[in-house]
């Protein structure tokens, strides 16, 4: 098949976990029959510095007129200044907000070949596989927000339309998976969250009555994933809940560069980006995890483009290079000698062009 992938780099480490991306991609492309088409576009701090906004006009385009986005990472000290007019984030919000992004795809499993990794007991966290569906394009980061010299507000309002979509795509996700959604709220204390739960409650009650639902508080789900990581399947939530949860998810799977997202609409382009930022620290030195990245890759190549066997085939290349012991410094062994993000890129590739 023939497709047109819009690269959005971004900052940081975002060109060089993207890159690793594209190769991969293109080793699909090559070792399956496809024919696959690159735009680099330009968001975040990357387009702030070349035309003042963090997301301009020709990225908008690019991004409509393509199949699939595939996006690094936004954001650093460069344009933290709290008092900037324009930061690097408000590029990827308005992107989400534009491709009408509301659904973001993020599965956390623990690899069993990495669980030495995370700082959690191996019995607790190994089999972990849930299905993080977060809400992306409302909630407080999209309401009302203002600021005078004393006070503050940010608003959080959702509708009801809000909430049905995203719980519908989590209820399609329940459907194929174990068929259990945990639905996070903060129902005792928010309007919001009481209007979501009676919302949820009765989607999934009429569009789905195969799978169960259980309600659960914020603070108690942030307990029970450290606790009970593998009792969960789908964990449906909206958007700021799910923005901290699935960084405290990251660490069941061990470092935050292992993890990738999907971010779907209604419409078909897809935005596919690691769920890590843009480790200003480790920026330029090519030893940052491209695993989030090539794994966002097949993400794409699986809701985007319809290939579920190329998908398969990327998963399959990264847990393999991972368990003959390759690592990044992110997931490295004390004592153990880490190596860089292409020759991560290179050992998956390697292993996606002799399977295929
Ligand atoms: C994420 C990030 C973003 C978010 C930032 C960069 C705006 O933390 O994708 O999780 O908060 O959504
Ligand atoms: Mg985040």
Redo the contacts with the bound molecule.
């Keep these: 098949m023939k497709a047109r992938i819009t690269v959005l780099a971004g900052d940081g480490i975002g060109p060089e976990v993207t890159a690793a991306g594209v190769r991969v991609l293109e080793s699909v492309a090559g070792a399956f029959g496809h024919e696959f088409e690159f735009v680099d576009a330009l968001i975040g701090g990357a387009a702030i510095d070349a035309s003042g906004s963090p997301l301009p006009p020709r990225t908008v385009d690019a991004c409509r007129s393509c199949d699939a986005v595939l996006l690094g990472a936004?954001?650093g000290p460069k344009w933290s200044d709290p008092s900037a007019r324009v930061r690097p984030?408000q590029g990827?919000?308005e992107l989400r907000r534009t491709l009408g992004l509301f659904a973001n795809l993020r599965p956390v499993r623990t690899l069993e070949s990495v669980l030495d990794v995370s700082p959690l007991k191996a019995e607790v966290i190994s089999g972990v596989d849930i299905m993080v569906v977060r809400e992306l394009t409302g909630g407080i980061?999209f309401g009302r927000k203002s600021r005078t010299a004393l006070e503050a507000e940010d608003v959080c309002s959702y509708s009801a339309h809000e909430i049905e979509r995203v719980t519908r795509t989590a209820g399609r996700l329940a459907m194929q998976r174990k068929r259990r959604i945990v639905s996070v709220d903060k129902a005792n204390v928010l309007e919001t969250s009481r209007l979501w739960r009676s919302v949820v409650e009765r989607v999934i009650s009429e569009e789905f009555p195969d799978v169960s639902l259980e309600h659960m508080l914020v603070d108690a789900a942030a307990m029970h994933l450290l606790l009970r990581p593998t009792s969960f399947d789908v964990l449906l939530t909206e958007n700021m809940f799910g923005?901290i949860l699935?960084?405290e998810a990251s660490m069941l799977a061990g470092s935050l560069g292992l993890l990738p997202?999907a971010s779907l609409g209604d419409g078909r382009v897809g935005l596919y980006?690691p769920?890590h930022?843009s480790a200003p620290d480790i920026a330029g030195r090519g030893i940052a995890n491209p695993c989030g990245t090539i794994l966002s890759s097949a993400m794409l190549l699986r809701h985007s483009l319809g290939l579920e066997r190329e998908a398969a085939t990327v998963e399959a290349a990264v847990e393999s290079s991972l368990s003959s012991g390759l690592r990044t410094a992110d997931i490295a062994r004390k004592g153990q000698a880490s190596i860089g993000t292409e020759a991560v890129a290179d050992a998956i590739i390697e292993r996606i062009l002799t399977v295929h």
């Design positions: 936004v954001g984030e990827l919000l980061y923005d699935t960084d997202s980006e769920i930022g």
